[in-house]
């Protein structure tokens, strides 16, 4: 089974991208790249995909605009639910510049076979498409008190939690079922000017975004929450560390930790 974790660029912004495999019951970084252009994140995922293979793609975008103004469910979810980590979300609507090559991005993928899939069982080999997005979800994989605050602010206070981010991608989630087989030497280090950090961000973002999708495909919604439904767009967040409750009402994050 294939994972594909897509940090895309909203408009104009280069698209992080990771390749998770599972082989042997353990997950394995097939590729880690990043992309210029929405086409060319099309042409990597045709390039790492044939056809006929299994495949979930996690998007950290949101795919699914069905409102002209205002904000939609899953946004909403994710600011009451989450906003106290500071992990909610930005809100879209079909009004925004960015709706509709996001919503034709989500199209091509479906032009793919990749179906969206808010209501998955477990381990069902398919083609299918989610929406995630990595501040919640790094709250709930590493029980978080708060996000890691590496995307604003001066270099100097960005740099350690980007750092930070990187060893618990590789100390956490091999523990984690299914656990991601990864050494140091697999993920760029963190480098010290601005432009080079930000395509850091951007593939350990992507990485972030191929673990939600595994997580979802072997647990399914026993240890997974899905924000909103496909009419009204939905955000997937896993819960490795305790059991879901109803949808669009997470309980608090079990023994968050700094």
């Known amino acids: 089974m294939n994972f594909l974790g897509i940090d895309l660029g909203w408009q104009s912004g280069p698209t992080g991208l990771c390749h998770l495999q599972l082989q042997g019951g353990q997950l394995m970084l097939v590729d880690l790249d990043r992309q210029p252009t929405h086409?060319?994140?099309?042409?990597?995922i045709d390039r790492q995909i044939p056809a006929s293979e299994p495949v979930i793609a996690a998007v950290d975008a949101p795919t699914i605009i069905p409102n002209d103004t205002g904000m939609r469910l899953p946004d909403r979810l994710a600011h009451r639910l989450y906003g106290r980590?500071?992990?909610?979300c930005y809100p879209a609507n079909r009004g925004r510049p960015f709706a509709a090559p996001l919503i034709a991005f989500g199209q091509a993928l479906?032009?793919?076979?990749?179906v969206h899939a808010p209501n998955l069982s477990q381990q069902q080999a398919s083609r299918y498409q989610i929406e995630v997005?990595?501040?919640?979800?790094?709250?709930?994989l590493f029980r978080l008190p708060r996000i890691l605050k590496y995307k604003k602010g001066r270099l100097v206070e960005r740099r350690p939690e980007l750092a930070r981010l990187r060893q618990l991608i590789l100390t956490e989630l091999p523990q984690l079922t299914p656990g991601l087989s990864i050494q140091p030497a697999e993920l760029p280090a963190v480098p010290m000017t601005g432009a080079a950090m930000k395509a850091l961000e951007d593939r350990l973002d992507s990485v972030i975004c191929?673990?939600?999708?595994?997580h979802y495909w072997w647990w399914g919604l026993a240890r997974n929450q899905v924000l909103g439904n496909q009419a009204e767009g939905?955000?997937?967040?896993?819960?490795?560390?305790?059991q879901p409750t109803t949808v669009g009402a997470p309980a608090e994050p079990e023994g968050a930790k700094s």
């Open 39 to 44: 086409a060319a994140v099309l042409a990597w």
């Open 85 to 88: 980590y500071d992990a909610g």
């Open 110 to 114: 479906e032009q793919r076979g990749l």
């Open 133 to 140: 997005f990595p501040h919640p979800a790094m709250i709930r």
């Open 210 to 214: 191929a673990y939600v999708a595994a």
């Open 234 to 242: 939905y955000i997937v967040v896993p819960c490795p560390h305790g």
